[in-house]
C-alpha cells in the first residue's frame, strides 16, 4: 500500500515514481503508453525519478518522455543489429537494473515503480516495500506467434 500522508489541506502529497520500459529505440504503441502514464503522473504533481530501460538509442520520442533521466543496461553498448541475438541475456540485463534501482531508492527513495512491457523489464524488482504496477502489453510476438517475421537474417 503506497503511504500518501495526507497534507493539511486533505489532498495526498505527491509521489516519486521510478519508470521501467523494455526498450526506447522508436516511438510506437508501448512508447505511447509510456507516455500516456508519464503524462498523467506529471499532471497530478507526482515526480518521475527516471527512466530504468534495457536499450535506448537517444531517440527523440516526446516532450513528456525526453527530459527524464534515464538508466540504461550495459546491453546497450552492444551493436543495435545484435539485439535480437541477446535475448538470453535480458534477464541478466533486468538483474542488473533492479540492482541500480535499489542504489537508487538508498539514496533518494521512491514510493511507487512503473514497468510497462511486452517483453523483460517487468521482473524488475523493486526496493523493498516499493509496490511495482507492470502494465503488460500482448506477449512478445517473436517469441509466439511472429517467429519467422522477426528471426530473419536481415
Known amino acids: 500500500m503506497i503511504d500518501t500522508q495526507t497534507q493539511p489541506d486533505s489532498t495526498p502529497r505527491p509521489l516519486r515514481v521510478a519508470l521501467a520500459h523494455d526498450w526506447l529505440v522508436g516511438y510506437r504503441g508501448g512508447e505511447m503508453v509510456l507516455d500516456a502514464i508519464a503524462s498523467l503522473l ?19 520520442l516526446s516532450p513528456t518522455l525526453d527530459p527524464l533521466p534515464r538508466t540504461v543496461s550495459s546491453l546497450n553498448a552492444r551493436p543495435e543489429s545484435l539485439r535480437r541475438w541477446l535475448l538470453p541475456r535480458y534477464p541478466k540485463a533486468v538483474e542488473e537494473l533492479s540492482a541500480r534501482l535499489r542504489r537508487d ?33 500482448a506477449p ?4 509466439w506467434s511472429q517467429t519467422d517475421n522477426y528471426a530473419s537474417p536481415d
Do not use: W
Open 42 to 60: 506529471q499532471r497530478h504533481n507526482h515526480t518521475i525519478t527516471r527512466i530504468y530501460t534495457m536499450f535506448d538509442n537517444a531517440s527523440p
Open 105 to 137: 531508492h538508498a539514496s533518494e527513495p521512491i514510493d511507487l515503480l512503473i514497468s510497462t512491457s511486452s517483453a523483460a523489464i517487468k521482473s524488475i524488482q523493486p526496493p523493498p516495500g516499493v509496490p511495482h504496477i507492470c502494465y503488460c502489453h
Open 140 to 143: 512478445a510476438r517473436y517469441l
